[in-house]
């Protein structure tokens, strides 16, 4: 017997064996149909959702002073209430209750006043870019009024600057530190361009690089558990 007539014999005894269990058949035909049918639903389902675009905008410009202003001063006019400022007012009203999980570290020392500590981790550890840090940490640290339509409070804030030798050092450092985000006074790192670490006189260089790392989760929230 050829070959061929080898490969008919099979395909014939095959096909009579499909013919003869229909319901295999049926789901040897369907289930695959349905699979794709149902990956390819998916596919346009889910398209909007994931792949909108969306159109260019130009957001108003945020006035940025480099001190405890930044972080109470509203983001945008647009924005109102206290959704618009780093610090999440409404954690300080005069007489409220400690929120469940602080933005920052705080602690009430009464009725209308109230501690918070921030910490930044930077790297490397130059002596410019200790110095930079430090410039950073006396602006925003010590007390400040804030005039509410509920009264006047006062935060008084401790920030402490902590320095690494490398990038990886601080981002090992940060992810430990940073496991429990609630009520943890560290805000993120700043990572110096190494060039400009070093050698800040010099005239080649005459941008000031820096990367500034934080947490990939929303911390500024709504009290969560
Ligand atoms: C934050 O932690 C400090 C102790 O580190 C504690 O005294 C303070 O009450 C905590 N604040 C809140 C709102 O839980
Ligand atoms: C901030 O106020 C506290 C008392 O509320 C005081 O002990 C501290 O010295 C003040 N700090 C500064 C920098 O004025
Ligand atoms: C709030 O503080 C401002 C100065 O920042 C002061 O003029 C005003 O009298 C204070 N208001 C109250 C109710 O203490
Ligand atoms: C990074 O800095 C923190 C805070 O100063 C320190 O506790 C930690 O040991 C440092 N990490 C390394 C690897 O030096
Ligand atoms: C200044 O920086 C440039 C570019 O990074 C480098 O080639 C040069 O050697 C540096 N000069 C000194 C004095 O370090």
């Known amino acids: 017997m050829g070959a061929f007539a080898q490969l008919r014999l099979l395909l014939w005894k095959n096909f009579l064996s499909q013919i003869r269990s229909p319901i295999f058949t049926a789901f040897e035909f369907f289930v695959p149909l349905i699979l794709i049918g149902a990956s390819f639903g998916l596919l346009l389902g889910f398209r909007y959702k994931f792949e909108t675009s969306y159109d260019e905008q130009i957001y108003p410009a945020w006035p940025v002073t480099g001190g405890f202003r930044d972080l109470v001063q509203p983001v945008s006019k647009n924005v109102y209430g206290t959704d618009g400022t780093i610090l ?11 929120n469940k999980c602080p933005f920052l570290k705080v602690i009430q020392t009464s009725s209308t006043s109230w501690h918070l500590y921030m910490s930044l981790a930077y790297a490397p550890v ?15 640290s010590g007390n400040h009024t804030i005039d509410t339509p509920l009264g006047n409070i006062t935060i008084s804030m401790t920030v402490e600057v902590n320095g690494n030798n490398s990038e990886a050092d601080l981002v090992t450092f940060l992810n430990n530190q940073l496991s429990d985000q609630c009520n943890n006074s560290y805000l993120g790192g700043i990572v110096f361009d190494d060039d400009f670490a070093n050698n800040p006189f010099n005239q080649s260089i005459s941008l000031i690089k820096y990367k500034i790392r934080l947490t990939n989760t929303e911390r500024r929230g709504d009290d969560s558990d």
């Open 88 to 98: 999440p007012l409404e954690d300080f009203l005069p007489g409220g209750g400690p």
């Open 126 to 140: 130059t002596t410019s870019t200790a110095t930079i840090m430090k410039y950073a940490q006396a602006a925003y």
